[in-house]
């Protein structure tokens, strides 16, 4: 089973990442949960989502302590809540950052694989508005390979319609220019 | 056999949900013994208006075949409304002893 | 891999059964502590997708009234609710059950404020124990779907003719994304006849409904509402069976998870189940003779199927997801204390009260009470001894 915790703000669409992740998992005839965590909805206040991913029914019901994957939408959260918190050794930290792997590893110690894209950018050139839920997804399924990025079409033209070409042209972008470190 | 209480079902013949299935069964219910007053109508005073007919809570005045309003002592709980309304005060409202 | 199996938030789920199951009237208030489920109802009626009255009333309290002046007239009738809802609900939800009006309710459990709380938990389905309705407990996304069907066909079955409440955990399964297979169109029309009511309001037949019950008749008719309710399982084990043979998934009063030689064993309601199976497993792995129960069906209670199920059982660890306040500790152990009561071998009852108000509750947490509860011996445990399990001190 893969588990993945994902860090944004409320109004950001970390829930729809984890929500498009689970999809894109069960088309793929996979088990999969999507869930926030559970509480009142605050637009700009850190938020989590997670997502499991398997090959077997899910029977697990509790939230994700010890994530596989930490994927992380906006790059002011890095330094305000403890994203990699329960990380497994072997697991990956993805970030919307402007940084290298390298500067983000110094600066915040975490010495896990990291990766880096910077989705800000991406998003704002390729959708005309700093949303990154759908721009993180590309690089998430880069860094992790947990699902094949194919599968995530079908679930973005079905949500997001008529804007559907901008996001999988900033999630496909994000993709290539994800760069990863491995852990130390 | 002694013949069987109809106010005392047992739980098994309740029928479903508790529903009452003879439509305006309620008129069999005689509200007549709720009254210790009865109205008296005078018959030389009654000018036949109806007024009584129209304020009466329970419906329980009728026209009788003298044309007169008269209640219908069934029914009437002898709330004197009618004797109040009156126009003439051609109704009295008279202890259900007398 | 069947066509239909989507990946859906459970709540839109729900709401597409009710709509397939072709409901005449939804009455719901529609803002918190509401779901998705009957704002995705609003939506499918304003489409135009479902032929049926959207009543957006302004309370739980009018909600259930209209609920039950519709399924008079012989609508078929849906409405949700959660905790304060279902408080603010409570004077109509006892009427539903004597006037034999077969509603179907979908309870998303969540927990009676105060605290202010949104959270999940029992206290709002244990405050209404004794109302009346048939209620049933689902663990999944998947049971949610197909107890929609389950509860209009038991609900509506003329030899029935109750109330029926499903109960899915607020959050943890009303707003979890998850696979759930849909039944076809098809599938529902063989499963789901035409809904026939026993009595109805009609102008060419008339009939008074919700009279005076004087002393001398009320006795009979909560009586004749108990035995109604006690002979509806009949009914329930044949819309389970029914079901089983269309969809492949047969449900029963009471499920059983790795128990046929267990000594100790887990008793759960709702979607916890699936996370304490886990850690049977893992006590299992460790050697250790654990299983688990699933009460399914809390009313009417599944007595004898329980006392089957733990006829060879040492001890039980209940789990209780709500406190009944200055009594015998949670109310889903004082129950199957009760059932227990005079059976020859009586197992341990160890009851643990955890998952308040969302409080997660983890694999290691169960395999924690099961150690806590290992020197819980016969003799030593009395009706009113509980633990609140993970409360700071």
Known sequence: MIEIRLHGRGGQGAVTSAELLALAAIQEGKYAQAFPSFGPERRGAPVVAFCRIDDEPIRLRTNIYNPDLVMVLDPSILRLVDVAGGLKKDGILVTNTKYSGKQIRDELGIQQAIGTVNATLIAQEEMG??????????????????????????????????IAEKNIRAFKRAYEETEVIPKE | MPKKNIEEPTWRELPV???????????????GDWRSMRPVVDKEKCIRCGV???????????????????????????????ARECFTGCISMIPEEE | MSINRKGIEVSIGAAD????????????????PQTHIVEHLSEIVARGDLDA?????????SAMSVCCGASAVGARTFTCTSSQGLALMNEIVFIAPCMRLPIVMILANRSLSGPLSIWNDHSDVMSIRDCGWIQVFTENGQDVFDHVFFAFRVAENPQVSLPVIVNMDGFILTHMIEAIEYWEPEMVRRYLPEFKPVNRLHPDKPVT??????????????KAQNEALLSSKVEILRAWKEMGDITGRYYKPVESYQADDAETVFLTMGSLSE????AVDRLRAQGKAVGQIKLRLWRPFPFEEFRLAVKNVKKIIVLDRALSFGGPGGPVASEIRAAL????????VANFVAGLAGRDVTVNDYIAMYEKAEPFAKGKVRQDDYIIYGVRE
């Open chain 1, 129 to 162: 508005i700093p949303i990154t839920n759908t721009t993180m997804l590309g690089s998430l399924i880069k860094a992790g390979r947990i699902l094949d990025p194919e599968s995530l079409m079908e679930p973005l033209k079905k949500r997001f319609g008529r």
């Open chain 2, 17 to 31: 949900g508790c529903v009452i299935s003879e439509p305006g069964n309620a008129c069999r219910y005689k509200t």
């Open chain 2, 52 to 82: 009584c007919y129209l304020f009466c809570p329970d419906m329980a005045i009728y026209k009788n075949d003298e044309g007169l309003f008269v209640a219908d002592l069934y029914y009437c709980k002898g709330c004197g409304i009618c």
């Open chain 3, 17 to 32: 059964a009710v709509a397939m199951a072709d409901v005449d009237v939804i009455a719901a208030y529609p803002i918190t």
């Open chain 3, 53 to 61: 009255e959207f009543i957006p009333v302004e309370s739980e309290h």
């Open chain 3, 209 to 222: 409904m919700g009279a005076f019950g004087m002393p001398n008749i009320f006795t009979e008719a909560k």
């Open chain 3, 275 to 278: 996370t304490v199976s886990i």
């Open chain 3, 341 to 348: 009561y005079g059976e020859q071998n009586m197992p341990v």
